[in-house]
T-cell receptor, first 114, second 115 residues
Framework: DQQVKQNSPSLSVQEGRISILNCDYT??????FLWYKKYPAEGPTFLIS?????DKNEDGRFTVFLNKSAKHLSLHIVPSQPGDSAVYFCAASLRGNQGGKLIFGQGTELSVKP | GAVVSQHPSWVICKSGTSVKIECRSLDFQATTMFWYRQFPKQSLMLMATSNEGSKATYEQGVEKDKFLINHASLTLSTLTVTSAHPEDSSFYIC???????????FGNGTRLTVT
């Protein structure tokens, strides 16, 4: 039972354009969501997070949007750069875990072409 | 920023032997650490929660006798894969949460190959 889903295994974007990575979840008890970036043979690196009391959080080129009614979140990267090429995981935490135990999606491999 | 260090970064062992992986929080104390595993092209799956001074909590389907976890200090947790078999070959990643409302930080992972 995949509670966090990233339905697009890969995404290719031109440098300078917007990258939109999507994530859906099924458990309404999730109250904290995060995006991580991962290179091969390395651990994930935290990018940005959002609490369920918000619908948007922005940090530089990265913006995360949360639609609780649709149980959907997305990560926007603008403008995309070749260095953004990596696998992006969304993750969710259950209420009460305060972001300790995370449930991850399958990941989306982003390729930003020069 | 908060750093989680993991060692070794890769290890090759023979079937039937045991392998120990260390996870350290370098600039903060962590009463709780988390061990994840990732198979190729798949998601990160939580294996267990390591609790300082007490027994680890294992996720459903993870054999506690096979994956021994010890959290002897506030900065060190170890995962020992006992009697390793080729199907245990995977990427093991530890994580810890710095104090305050900070996100989970991950180590760089350990690539285990069992021959």
């Amino acid at each position: 039972d995949q509670q966090v889903k990233q339905n697009s295994p890969s995404l290719s974007v031109q440098e300078g354009r917007i990258s939109i990575l999507n994530c859906d979840y099924t458990n309404s008890m999730f109250d904290y969501f995060l995006w991580y970036k991962k290179y091969p043979a390395e651990g994930p690196t935290f990018l940005i997070s959002i609490s369920s009391i918000k619908d948007k959080n922005e940090d530089g080129r990265f913006t995360v949007f949360l639609n609780k009614s649709a149980k959907h979140l997305s990560l926007h990267i603008v403008p995309s750069q070749p260095g953004d090429s990596a696998v992006y995981f969304c993750a969710a935490s259950l209420r009460g875990n305060q972001g300790g135990k995370l449930i991850f999606g399958q990941g989306t491999e982003l390729s930003v072409k020069p | 920023g908060a750093v989680v260090s993991q060692h070794p970064s890769w290890v090759i062992c023979k079937s039937g032997t045991s392998v120990k992986i260390e996870c350290r929080s370098l600039d903060f104390q962590a009463t709780t650490m988390f061990w994840y595993r990732q198979f190729p092209k798949q998601s990160l799956m939580l294996m267990a929660t390591s609790n300082e001074g007490s027994k680890a909590t294992y996720e459903q389907g993870v054999e506690k006798d096979k994956f021994l976890i010890n959290h002897a200090s506030l900065t060190l947790s170890t995962l020992t894969v006992t009697s390793a078999h080729p199907e245990d070959s995977s990427f093991y990643i530890c994580s810890a949460r710095p104090p305050g409302f900070a996100p989970l930080h991950f180590g760089n992972g350990t690539r285990l190959t069992v021959t």
